[in-house]
């Protein structure tokens, strides 16, 4: 597979109809330097002269999932406070000097975050052109030397570099074979690389999974929904000798809500109104196991 004819390709998805408006908004934002703040929220302050077209720009480019971001007087409230799930990993992981990948990085929220810790390089790979479109929103500001790739986990095992750690979080759930998609990630680490995974998963001793029928939480390409025995297996037929639980946790309306910023329904829609521990469907209400997983070194 050659990366570069890939690339050349999915660059012409910024000349769709619904996005080449917003890359003629992103090209109308004036150019400057202003002070970067790698908090909660990931936060641009200084001076500049347009401010409601700012939030103008930002609102073309909706709905904003991960985040929040505070773009001088804009502060851009997303659907994930995904400072919760960066913050539980944190302590789990030390990036310093390291080839790091997020697959599945939607706007860069994680990326932007990872900067504190001083990795050699970061690549994030989505192939979405509106999350790419809001990442270059945001990196307007920060001007990080961030790398956004329009690719997927299947062409990880193909990129020039291997990692020395790839985060994936909340993607399994969504591919309708998980094992190849683990081997893809298994594929893309350098020896002694890790992969920081997360995942949906139900409670049970069991090696064994859900399959829901058409949808879970009204989401149609949830596709499997392990055991974390379960899963420990999907991960050791991938190849991987290491696997450790770092956390687990319960989906709540404290992380994951309806703002002025998204469009549709979240998380409160999802769920049964009378017993809000089962889903619209009465399958369990989402929970997420987060693991560790490392390659044999030999």
């Known amino acids: 597979m050659n990366i570069d004819v890939l690339r050349e390709e999915r660059q012409k998805w910024m000349l769709w109809k619904n996005i080449a408006p ?5 090209d109308s934002l004036e150019d400057g330097s202003w002070s970067v703040e790698l908090g909660d929220a990931v936060k641009i302050s ?6 409601s077209g700012i939030e103008r ?4 480019m909706m709905p904003w999932r991960k985040g929040p971001f505070e773009i001088f007087d804009t502060y851009i409230d997303s659907e994930w406070r ?10 789990h992981f030390n990036l310093k000097d390291k080839r790091v990948a997020d697959i599945g990085c939607n706007n860069g929220y994680y990326l932007f975050r990872m900067q504190e810790d001083s990795p050699k390089s970061l690549v994030g790979f989505d192939p979405s052109p509106l999350y790419k479109t809001q990442f270059d929103f945001i990196n307007h500001f920060v001007k990080s030397a961030i790398v956004y790739e329009l690719l997927g986990v299947e062409h990880l ?5 291997k990692f020395d750690t790839i985060f994936c979080l909340g993607v399994l759930y969504h591919r309708s074979d998980p094992i190849a998609m683990l081997k893809s990630l298994y594929r893309g680490l350098d020896k002694q690389g890790e992969v920081i995974l997360d995942t949906f998963y139900i409670e049970g001793d069991d090696d064994m999974c859900l399959c829901p029928e058409s949808s879970y939480s009204k989401i149609p390409n949830i596709y499997f929904v392990p055991t974390v025995k379960a899963l420990k297996n999907w991960c050791t037929r991938a190849g991987f000798s290491g696997f450790e639980v770092l956390e687990k946790t319960v989906t709540g309306s404290d992380e994951q809500r309806k703002t002025s910023w998204i469009e549709g329904q ?3 829609d999802f769920l049964d109104k009378d017993d809000s521990t089962k889903t619209i469907e009465g399958y369990p209400a989402p929970a997420r196991v987060y693991v560790k997983l490392t390659k044999d070194c030999k």
């Not at 917003?22 to 992103?26: D, I």
């Not at 200084?46 to 401010?51: H, I, Q, R, T």
């Not at 720009?57 to 073309?60: D, S």
């Open 22 to 26: 917003l890359r003629e908004a992103l």
């Open 46 to 51: 200084g001076n500049y002269s347009d401010l």
């Open 57 to 60: 720009v930002a609102r073309m």
């Open 82 to 91: 995904s400072n919760l799930k960066y913050n539980l990993l944190r302590k």
């Open 157 to 161: 095992e193909f990129y020039e570099e």
């Open 266 to 268: 979240s998380l409160e």
